[in-house]
């Protein structure tokens, strides 16, 4: 038999969106019983419910497909697709299933006082969960999650593959931090230490490809970056083939600026209001006065 049909197959199978494309997707995500919104990069669906738009941004989302970016069924539901193509997907119960046994009484203590009524979110020795009922000194809290048992519809559109590494790379950041950061590809010279053939090193001068990546003031008191950013960016060298990549601290001129005009003043007010030409005035009169007081002693030394 002939290889030629099955690796005309393999050749069909292997058209479309497939593992490791960078992808913009846009998408919609309800509960299949009740509707009741889950997520969604849509802005003005957002706003509908009733969500906080101010408090974080909604705009298409930059995946890889085959990382784990978005759940299994959706991204096996997109391999294949083309740029343009929508899509609909139900997921079985992405978030677990419904545990009864995670539902316990706890004493009520461990519960902030502005907590301990029905309905409150609540964490507990490292657990997340809600208040069910409180009577008395206990608590019945339930730490399933609150999606539990609940099958998701996925709606979604494919915007587009994402080629360029710069958006790669920002795309990758974004799914960690909510932060749009300033950045750029380099070619460095970097002198290196290199073991020869006869077990001696020696150094010698190698390219390497840099991303530089200004270190947003927000992105610096971020827990998940300064904890995981070695994790996070090795994902980036990886998934962008580079070699390196550089965080640099940016501090703005203009802070230190006030500062010192602040300082200005307090030298101006301390010195009685004179300006630098009083101050500079000042220190030769200082200077003068100092050679006089020299003359005089060395004049009384003689006379001695």
């Not at 479309?16 to 494309?21: A, E, I, N």
């Not at 309800?30 to 990069?41: A, I, M, N, Q, S």
């Not at 580079?242 to 500062?259: K, N, T």
């Amino acid at each position: 038999m002939s290889d030629e049909p099955e690796a005309d197959t393999a050749d069909e199978s292997a058209e479309g969106l497939q593992d490791g494309d960078f992808i913009k997707l846009a998408y919609t995500a309800r509960t299949v019983e009740g509707g009741e919104l889950v997520d969604t990069t849509d802005e003005e669906i957002a706003e509908e419910e009733g969500v906080d738009t101010d408090e974080q941004e909604f705009a298409p989302r930059t995946i890889i497909l085959g990382e784990g970016h978005i759940f299994e069924p959706v991204e096996e539901d997109i391999i294949g697709k083309e740029v343009g193509d929508e899509g609909s997907i139900v997921v079985e119960s992405p978030f677990g299933e419904y545990d009864e046994d995670q539902v316990r009484t706890v004493k009520s203590d461990k519960i902030p006082e502005d907590s301990r009524y029905p309905g409150a979110h609540v964490d507990i020795d490292g657990e997340h969960g809600h208040v069910e009922t409180i009577v008395g000194g206990r608590a019945r809290v339930d730490f399933n999650h609150a999606l539990a048992g609940q099958d998701v519809e996925y709606e979604y559109e494919i915007l587009g593959e994402v080629t360029d590494r710069l958006e790669k790379a920002q795309g990758l950041l974004s799914m960690y931090f909510d932060v749009e950061l300033d950045m750029h590809l380099e070619t460095d010279e970097v002198e290196e230490e290199v073991e020869t053939d006869d077990g001696e090193t020696e150094t010698e001068t190698v390219e390497k490809e840099t991303l530089y990546i200004d270190q947003n003031p927000q992105l610096q008191f971020n827990q998940q970056w300064m904890m995981g950013k070695q994790q996070i960016l090795q994902q980036v060298i990886d998934q962008l083939d580079i070699d390196r990549v550089i965080v640099q601290e940016v501090i703005d001129g203009s802070g230190m600026g006030g500062m010192m005009g602040g300082m200005g003043g307090m030298m101006g007010g301390g010195a009685g209001g004179e300006d630098l030409g009083d101050i500079e005035d000042a220190l030769e009169d200082a200077d003068v006065d100092a050679d006089e007081i020299a003359e005089e002693l060395e004049a009384e030394e003689l006379e001695e």
